[in-house]
T-cell receptor, first 111, second 115 residues
């Protein structure tokens, strides 16, 4: 079983602060995805990273895939209340490349 | 484009009752998934399917059954509902080729309460 550990589990910050959340595993993934989920909704894809060392930027969000493709990080610059939500990483791999999710980081950005 | 459609949105079951959660996708995706999400937690994989006629267990399959007779539909069956199955259930689909997973699209979820 491929496990994805996310940290921190909860994060509460003030508007304008920077933050980083992490997604770690002992397994190698063929690709890794980050999703954001808002209350009452299903998760929505933010980004997919596939190459070790890859860095992708989405406005104030920066995603990095570890060189060994076992871990990833999400950095948010100057967080805004609209960034509030549950951030989930998901890895594709294993014998059938099924998509496995971490437990998520619940981010609250206070005005 | 409807995407992934789940029904019902809400349901209350009594202990021991059975029900089927419906899921349909119109994107011709080969992979379909059922996840459950408990309050404040991530998604736990119940069952998944890599194509019509093929299903496999995820992390928490006990108490559930699935079938995939067509590419579009992936129903989840609860045979004897238990309070531990109170959760929000999400169906998702994606296209996977050569070991690379593309974006997973999710339904709106089914909030199930077993009393």
């Amino acid at each position: 079983t491929q496990l994805l550990e996310q940290s921190p589990q909860f994060l509460s910050i003030q508007e304008g602060e920077n933050l980083t959340v992490y997604c770690n595993s002992s397994s190698v993934f063929s690709s890794l995805q980050w999703y954001r989920q808002e209350p009452g909704e299903g998760p929505v894809l933010l980004v997919t990273v596939v190459t070790g060392g890859e860095v992708k930027k989405l406005k104030r969000l920066t995603f990095q895939f570890g060189d060994a493709r076992k871990d990833s990080s999400l950095h948010i610059t100057a967080a805004q209340p609209g960034d509030t939500g549950l951030y989930l990483c998901a890895g594709g791999g294993g014998s059938n490349y099924k998509l496995t999710f971490g437990k998520g980081t619940l981010l609250t950005v206070n005005p | 484009n409807a995407g992934v459609t789940q029904t019902p949105k809400f349901r209350i079951l009594k202990i021991g009752q059975s029900m089927t959660l419906q899921c349909a996708q119109d994107m011709n995706h080969n992979y379909m998934y059922w996840y459950r999400q408990d309050p404040g937690m991530g998604l736990k994989l119940i069952y998944y399917s890599v194509g019509a006629g093929i299903t496999d267990k995820g992390e928490v399959p006990n108490g559930y059954n699935v079938s995939r007779s067509t590419t579009e539909d992936f129903p989840l069956r609860l045979e004897l509902a238990a309070p531990s199955q109170t959760s929000v259930y999400f169906c998702a689909s994606s296209y996977s080729l050569s070991g690379r997973n593309t974006e997973a699209f999710f339904g709106q979820g089914t909030r199930l309460t077993v009393v």
